[in-house]
């Protein structure tokens, strides 16, 4: 069984930065056996899939934070980051760390199905961006 535990959550002005990490309780072999991502929620908003690693490696960002955002994993340390840069006031909210599996899928089914609410989640960190 999969435990998430983010970190790396705050209070930024627009324009700054933040990197945010997951760090997974799970046998190291089995980190490659599921999808990883971020999702995130707004106050009055509703989830909303931010950025996926699949089971092949492959990478989808949502478009709304393409360009600013990144993901990346270190599948030896059981450990998945999300780098914000250039962040907007829009980007405040609620950010989970989500492991779908054991699966087989892409960045872009992952991150689908983790906008669905599948997978499992962690407690989640809170960032917040004033203008």
């Known amino acids: 069984q999969v435990r998430l535990t983010e970190s790396g959550g705050g209070s930024v002005q627009a324009g700054g930065s933040l990197r945010l990490s997951c760090d997974a309780s799970?046998?190291?072999?089995?980190?490659?056996?599921?999808?990883w991502g971020w999702i995130r929620q707004g106050a009055g908003k509703g989830r909303e899939g931010v950025a996926a690693?699949?089971?092949?490696?492959?990478?989808t960002i949502t478009e709304s934070v393409k360009g600013r955002f990144t993901i990346s994993r270190d599948n030896l340390k059981n450990t998945l980051w999300l780098q914000m840069n250039s962040l907007k006031p829009e980007d405040t909210g609620m950010y989970f760390c989500?492991?779908?599996?054991?699966?087989?899928?892409?960045?872009?089914?992952?991150?689908?199905?983790?906008?669905?609410?599948?997978?499992?989640r962690g407690q989640g960190t809170q960032v917040i961006v004033s203008s």
């Open positions: 989500v492991a779908v599996g054991p699966t087989r899928q892409t960045g872009i089914q992952a991150l689908a199905d983790m906008a669905a609410g599948s997978g499992v």
């Open positions: 690693i699949g089971t092949d490696g492959s990478t």
């Open positions: 799970t046998e190291m072999w089995s980190m490659s056996r599921y999808s």
